[in-house]
């Protein structure tokens, strides 16, 4: 079983930063692709940004040019830098990771951590 441990969300206050770490482990053989969701009641679970393991990058067009999603491939581990933060950004976000070079890719799931912007 692969098991993905997140850290880093917080409190913050409007035009503030908070960078999310996501690190797998477990019976991992190869990742191709490791992303971030987020979530509000009574909405979808939405994608935020998603990179593959070559570093091919995309965003939500609500968070580009303030978001920035990497990896450390050595780690197994995404970060999500989130700068300029809005009370809209406000969600728990969950990390996702999609494991296998061929389809059907296995997929798991982060516990999800809160991000609460506000004054």
């Known amino acids: 079983q692969v098991q993905l441990v997140e850290s880093g969300g917080g409190l913050v206050q409007p035009g503030g930063s908070l960078r999310l770490s996501c690190a797998a482990s477990?019976?991992?053989?190869?990742?191709?692709?490791m992303g971030w969701y987020r979530q509000t009641p009574g909405k979808q679970r939405e994608l935020v940004a998603g990179?593959?393991?070559?570093?091919?990058?995309s965003y939500a067009d609500s968070v580009k040019g303030r978001f920035t999603i990497s990896r450390d491939n050595a780690l197994n581990t995404v970060y999500l830098q989130m700068n300029s933060l809005k009370p809209e950004d406000t969600a728990v976000y969950y990390c996702?990771?999609?494991?296998?070079?061929?389809?059907?890719?296995?997929?798991?799931w982060g516990q999800g951590t809160q991000v609460t912007v506000s004054s």
């Open positions: 477990g019976s991992i053989r190869s990742i191709y692709l």
């Open positions: 996702q990771a999609l494991l296998g070079q061929t389809i059907p890719r296995m997929n798991y």
């Open positions: 990179i593959t393991s070559g570093g091919t990058t």
